[in-house]
């Protein structure tokens, strides 16, 4: 049987796991697809994870705070953890251009050490049309934006 202490924590990681996953439903509702620019995970049928901005580590995340809706944003796993060029492994990273979060507009950085060696480097930014965020590679290093979009993608579910 559970202590008192015991019982106290098991109750608010639960608070915790509830609010994360109401967090997580409204990013799914404001995202609807993965945020990579012109990822064609929907052709393949693939999973869509939401991803947060700063990973929980050892310490947990005691406050809740990391699952704020403006810190998390939905991309495919590919994007998320399966591509070489990925979140997890610390090749692949959605920058914030505002203090709204994803809530705004992001951009998108890589590490491509054949091109930029350890830097990272700008891939795509959202830009405000008047009607709509849209995408703009056309700044990024043309052989940054070949890499990353998708030829190791269709190559595996084709």
Known sequence: MKGPTARRRAAKA??????????????????RKCRFPLCPCHRF??????????????G???TGERSAPYLML??????????????????????PLTDRGSDGPIAWQARVPWLMGND????????????????????????AIFEMLTPELIERFR
């Open 74 to 95: 939905l991309v495919c796993n590919w994007r998320h953890k399966e591509s070489r060029y990925s979140i997890d492994k610390k090749s692949l990273r959605w920058v």
């Open 60 to 62: 947990g995340d005691p």
């Open 120 to 143: 990272w480097v700008e891939i795509a930014r959202e830009e405000w049309d008047g009607s709509a965020y849209r995408w703009n590679v056309r700044d990024a290093p043309a052989g």
């Open 45 to 58: 049928g693939l999973f869509l994870e939401v991803s947060h901005a700063e990973h929980k580590g050892m």
């Open 14 to 31: 639960g608070r915790l796991k509830r609010a994360e996953n109401k967090n997580k439903e409204k990013v799914r509702d404001r995202d």
